[in-house]
């Protein structure tokens, strides 16, 4: 047989078989939601990591707006963490996350290296009360989730970095059953230039949307 033709055979034969293997393959998305999922359905959570329910909203809203650049304030173990990272591979973005807890910020950086997220996140070991207002942005999509009593201070020094049409979310926050961190929700629902709905289906969750500067 002429080499030319065995060769193209060969390659042929490549391409067809390949994709049939998982993991041979596989694109990087594939891949990354593969071990995304791995990770999701592997016993033993970290400390006070969102439900899943959360998780799928935070990574719908970036996906939806098409939202690059994020910051996480309590990334615990890093659950929710990985949902939104898990949306930024699929953007383009990046994610900046902080706690201030060593064991915590350990155990979620061998987390994302599981999930094959680390690419896409920036992980700070650091106190949000100094660094937050430090960060420089801009920034299109928050995440605040670490100390509640200090919710509405995080919210004024990331207002002026998030940009128009960017959204800031807050856990465990709800207008049901008594409602979680009501005078924070009332601060956010009075701001002229922000629309806030609450989601109540896992833990509770704030979404404001800014609609303009002032
Ligand atoms: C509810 S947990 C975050 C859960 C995480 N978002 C998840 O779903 O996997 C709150 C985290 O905020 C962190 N935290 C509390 N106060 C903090 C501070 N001043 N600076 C940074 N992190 C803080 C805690 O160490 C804790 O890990």
Redesign the pocket.
Known sequence: MNKQFFLFGVLSLIMFVFPVFPGCAQSPDAEIDRRVQEFLNSPGR?????PTSDGKLLHEIILKNNYKSAL??????????IWIALALSKTGGKLIT????ET?HKQALENFERAGLSDYIDARL????ELVPALEGPFDFIFS???KY?YQNYFEAVDPKLVVKGCYTT?NVSDQGGGQNSGYLNFLKQLPNYETTVNNNGSGMAISYKKSEK
């Open positions: 970290g400390y006070a990591n969102v996480e304030i309590g990334t615990s173990t890093g659950v929710s963490g902080i706690d201030i807890d915590r650091a106190d949000a009360h989730d670490a100390d200090w856990h």
